[in-house]
């Protein structure tokens, strides 16, 4: 089975910084895909960006992006210039490249944005 | 963000009651999610559909069932709500073969 992996609980930052959240997955899987999801306090869960695992090249949307790494499993976000609206819980997410598309998540990153 | 939709937003009920919690889209999206998350905000699937009168249980046990008669609506039912199931319930809707599922505001349900 899948799994995914958050190793940071919480993380802050300083506004207009930068920030990395980590996560690592367990797959024996060579077609599947990855995300980040944004979920702010009583606010809906958004996606932040996603990743094609037979994609080399990074994804980036704006002022996130991420570092795949494949052969390590790690896909972490960077948040570049973080801005107050970006505190949220960050998780993680996995879904296979079968026809159920389940998603496995991480447990979550809550990141603090300081001003 | 996504028009994808879920009532009510928060519920408090009693111990034994029959609660349904509803879930409607309006994308035309064939696959639909149950998501339980627990208070340390761990995100579990307990059901998913596939499409009309096409239900699977996740992977987590849950003591909800639902049902999918439309292909807008995924509502889930508990016949005897218990504390054991104070959480938020997030509905998620995806289309085809895309890969991204979009995520509804969520049901907070406490039971006393």
């Known amino acids: 089975a899948q799994t995914v992996t958050q190793s940071q609980p919480e993380m802050s930052v300083q506004e207009a910084e930068t920030v990395t959240l980590s996560c690592t997955y367990d797959?024996?899987?060579?077609?599947?895909?990855l995300f980040w999801y944004k979920q702010p306090p009583s606010r809906q869960m958004i996606l932040v960006i996603r990743?094609?695992?037979?994609?080399?090249q990074n994804a980036t949307e704006n002022r996130f992006s991420v570092n795949f790494q494949k052969a390590a499993k790690s896909f972490s976000l960077k948040i570049s210039d973080s801005q107050l609206g970006d505190a949220a819980m960050y998780f993680c997410?996995?879904?296979?490249?079968?026809?159920?598309?389940?998603?496995?998540f991480g447990k979550g990153t809550l990141l603090t944005v300081n001003p | 963000e996504a028009d994808i939709y879920q009532t009510p937003r928060y519920l408090v009920i009693g111990t034994g009651k029959k609660i349904t919690l509803e879930c409607s889209q309006t994308?035309?999206?064939?696959?639909m999610y149950w998501y339980q998350q627990d208070p340390g905000m761990e995100l579990h699937l307990i059901h998913y559909?596939?499409?009309?009168?096409?239900?699977e249980k996740g992977d987590l046990s849950s003591e909800s069932t639902v049902s999918r008669i439309r292909t807008e609506h995924f509502p889930l039912t508990l016949e005897s709500a218990r504390p054991s199931h104070t959480s938020q319930y997030l509905c998620?809707?995806?289309?085809?073969?895309?890969?991204?599922?979009?995520f509804g505001p969520g049901t907070r349900l406490t039971v006393l």
């Open positions: 998620a809707s995806r289309l085809g073969n895309t890969d991204t599922q979009y």
């Open positions: 797959t024996s899987e060579s077609d599947y895909y």
């Open positions: 990743q094609e695992a037979y994609k080399q």
């Open positions: 997410a996995y879904n296979s490249g079968g026809s159920n598309y389940k998603l496995t």
């Open positions: 994308m035309g999206h064939d696959k």
């Open positions: 559909s596939y499409g009309v009168n096409s239900t």
